[in-house]
């Protein structure tokens, strides 16, 4: 790992910078507001507010996503908006 001034490797430093744990959630919960968020042990949870229809189902969307960080999660659940997109749109053609 690289060393920066004052000890710090570049990965803690990082870190140090990302919000708080719960900063985290709380805009996790703020953008995902379908998904019920969670943490705990260290493995973030999220799962879906309603229900898994076939329809929802075929499209690849999970009802429940984990994911071991925060931005993971972010990263997934932003893919599962994707496909929700992509079954609307088909609903409306």
């Known amino acids: 790992m690289t060393q920066r001034g004052g000890g710090q490797t570049v990965s803690q430093a990082a870190a140090a910078a990302l919000p708080s744990p719960d900063r985290q959630l709380n805009l996790l919960r703020?953008?995902?507001?379908?998904?019920?968020?969670?943490?705990?042990?260290g493995q973030w949870t999220a799962r879906l507010r309603r229900p898994l229809t076939s329809d929802?189902?075929?499209a690849g969307?999970?009802?429940?996503?984990?994911?071991?960080?925060?931005?993971?999660?972010a990263a997934r659940l932003g893919r599962e908006v994707?496909?929700?997109?992509?079954?609307r749109q088909a609903a409306h053609q």
Do not use: K
């Not at 703020?30 to 042990?41: K, S």
């Not at 969307?61 to 984990?66: F, H, P, Q």
């Open 30 to 41: 703020q953008d995902y507001p379908g998904w019920d968020i969670t943490v705990e042990d």
């Open 56 to 58: 929802l189902a075929r």
């Open 61 to 73: 969307i999970s009802a429940v996503i984990t994911a071991p960080t925060a931005a993971e999660l």
């Open 82 to 87: 994707m496909r929700f997109q992509a079954v």
